[in-house]
Nanobody, 121 residues
Framework: QVQLVESGGGLVQAGGSLRLSCAASGRTFSSYTMGWFRQAPGKDREFVATIVWNDDSTVYANSVKGRFTISRDNAKNTVYLQMNSLKPEDTAVYYC??????????????WGQGTQVTVSS
């Protein structure tokens, strides 16, 4: 079983930055493909970014490309989402997710509890 715990959310003004962290349990973190998703009130959950386990390749949603960066530290069992130039439309609960040895489009089997990001205009 993989447990994921997000942190780093908060309130920020438009144009500001936040860095989200997601700490994962387990001794094989390097074999996890990690993703970030978000869900705004009244909307479906949407993909934000992913980093693939075997080559650290990354994929981003068009809405965040050039502003957000996903990265990982296998020594710390942690994945990060650096969010710059934040916009009010980035306001959502952000979730990290994992699949083991999957591609970026494989189903994510494990999910964190989410962290709130609020961007004020």
């Amino acid at each position: 079983q993989v447990q994921l715990v997000e942190s780093g959310g908060g309130l920020v003004q438009a144009g500001g930055s936040l860095r989200l962290s997601c700490a994962a349990s387990g001794r094989t973190f390097s074999s996890y493909t990690m993703g970030w998703f978000r869900q705004a009130p009244g909307k479906d959950r949407e993909f934000v970014a992913t980093i693939v386990w075997n080559d650290d390749s990354t994929v981003y949603a068009n809405s965040v490309k050039g502003r957000f960066t996903i990265s990982r530290d296998n020594a710390k069992n942690t994945v990060y989402l650096q969010m710059n130039s934040l916009k009010p439309e980035d306001t959502a609960v952000y979730y990290c997710a994992a699949n083991i040895r999957g591609t970026y489009y494989s189903p994510y089997n494990y999910w964190g509890q989410g962290t709130q990001v609020t961007v004020s205009s």
